[in-house]
């Protein structure tokens, strides 16, 4: 396991698969890395590309206001993603891809040992929680995995092509605070 500074100096420079060619930037994650609970995501966008963030395009935009509703924000959270570089035309990532790139994942989780983890979205939830994991029927669930609590909820992107699915996504919010209630997790400002 590395420390924080070896680890983004080596994901920085990662050439493991074919996704270090098309990159603008590594997009290594973001947020405190003191916190006890950590939103995963699927891969970089056009916007995190270009910035090295995550969740900075319009999807990250409804991320934002998803966490206000639940009066969390990306500086009391860690985001990362699955993968840390970009998808060509935003395709899903593939599972040499994931296969590469999910050390670097287990390492952040490591150096910060949350309490939950929230994955955003199907691709997420299959690689951290179940590999037949089926989002449409099991959001909102919670599964506990080496002592951390898992979840999963619709991601963003899913959000916006399809308002229908927010109703669900707001419980899910709340079941993500009241969790946090009981294992007695608060945020200094
Ligand atoms: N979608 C993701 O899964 N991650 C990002 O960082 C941005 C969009």
Known sequence: MLEWGELEQTCGSCT???LCQGRHHVVFGVGRRDTEVMFVGEGPGEQEDLKGEPFVGPAGKLLDDMLSIIDLDRQKVYIA???????????????????ACIDYLRNQVALIRPKIIVCLGRIAALRLIR??????????????????WMTAMYHPSALLRDVSKRPDT???????RQ???????????
């Open 170 to 176: 707001f419980d899910d919010l709340l079941k993500i």
């Open 81 to 99: 993603n699955i993968v840390k570089c970009r998808p060509p035309r935003n395709r899903d990532p593939l599972d040499v891809e994931q296969d």
């Open 179 to 189: 969790k946090m209630r009981e294992l007695g997790i608060e945020y200094q400002e």
């Open 131 to 148: 590999d037949d994991f089926r989002i449409t029927r099991e959001h909102g669930t919670w599964t506990q995995r080496n002592g951390v």
């Open 16 to 18: 493991r698969c074919g």
